[in-house]
């Protein structure tokens, strides 16, 4: 966890790679973050609200709201490093490549959802496994769909989240590469 005072706005953090024991945003979990306007409230503020910021993909970023108990601070070296990759693309073309396809596949699953199943309002980002993004989904769905149709289409949206999520396992990998190990291992931007 990070403290609201110790964050400010173009900073990157990370998400924690587990939330919390009950509820895990396993796409979410482990990427980085800018953050564009940290929460005012005091650190030891009972309530407060979310740190408004971007969730790093290298490609198109996703506008997020997360709490600062979910953050992670990163080092200095990894700012400069993140920093660096975005100012010199072309040097990282498989990241950025990779996150034209997450952003492509983010679209097919919003596309399931919206247009072929009808129904809107769910945050893909928020849910730890295909199977809690379907049985969510499905709940909604059969109101309004025949139950072979909806079966069909629940199929192809549990497929398309699963290939998400090993397209985010892929980034993790190279962010591991590109970022944490360069910076691990002594490498200067």
Not at 86 to 105: A, N, T, Y
Not at 146 to 164: G, H, I, K, T
Request: aromatic content about 12%; proline content about 3%; charged content about 35%.
């Amino acid at each position: 966890m990070i403290l609201r005072s110790q964050l400010k706005g173009g900073q990157y953090v990370r998400i924690q790679t587990r939330l919390d024991d009950e509820f895990w945003y396993r796409p979410m979990s482990g990427r980085y973050f800018e953050v564009f306007r940290p929460a005012s409230d005091p650190d030891n503020a009972e309530a407060w609200s979310p740190c408004s910021g971007s969730l790093i993909c290298w490609g198109v970023n996703h506008f997020k709201q997360v709490s600062n108990d979910h953050m992670e601070p990163v080092s200095e070296a990894e700012q400069k490093r993140i920093e660096y990759i975005f100012q010199h693309k072309d040097e990282f073309k498989d990241l950025f490549r990779l996150g034209r396809k997450i952003e492509r596949q983010v679209e097919r699953v919003e596309r399931i959802i919206e247009d072929e199943i009808g129904e809107y309002g769910f945050n893909i980002w928020e849910f730890s496994d295909a199977q809690s993004l379907i049985d969510e989904v499905g709940e909604c769905s059969r109101e309004n769909i025949e139950e072979d149709e909806v079966n069909d289409l629940l199929d192809d949206l549990e497929e398309a989240f699963n290939e998400l999520l090993a397209l985010l396992d892929q980034l993790t990998e190279l962010e591991d590469k590109y970022v944490r190990q360069y910076v691990k291992g002594g490498g200067f931007v």
